[in-house]
């Protein structure tokens, strides 16, 4: 099984930064990708950024300039950082990982359970 855990989320005011971590844990035979999408109340979830095994990385224009994604391969983690922060960056942020596991020999998708990131003076 594989878990993945998130943190680093809070309160910060607008122009700000806060950098998220995701750490990847279990039976992990490889990691194929691992991203960061975000849910505002009221609206769909959303792709932040995603990094490909390779180190290619893509974000929406929304984001663009402000956020940089990043990985450590050794640790299984993938960190978000966030700059210059705006009032409609605040939601949940969760972490998503494609991931081959030992038992299976299959890539399965994989969800954190969120961290909540709040933007406001």
């Known amino acids: 099984q594989v878990q993945l855990v998130e943190s680093g989320g809070g309160l910060v005011q607008p122009g700000g930064s806060l950098r998220l971590s995701c750490v990847a844990s279990?039976?992990?035979?490889?990691?194929?990708?691992m991203g960061w999408y975000r849910q505002a109340p009221g609206k769909e979830r959303e792709l932040v950024a995603v990094?490909?095994?390779?180190?290619?990385?893509n974000y929406p224009d929304s984001v663009k300039g402000r956020f940089t994604i990043s990985g450590d391969n050794a640790k299984n983690t993938v960190y978000l950082q966030m700059d210059s922060l705006k009032p409609e960056d605040t939601a949940v942020y969760y972490c998503?990982?494609?991931?081959?596991?030992?038992?299976?020999?299959?890539?399965?998708?994989?969800w954190g359970k969120g961290t909540l990131v709040t933007v406001s003076s």
């Open positions: 998503n990982a494609d991931i081959m596991d030992w038992a299976s020999y299959s890539v399965m998708n994989y």
């Open positions: 279990g039976s992990i035979r490889s990691i194929r990708a």
């Open positions: 990094i490909i095994s390779g180190g290619s990385t």
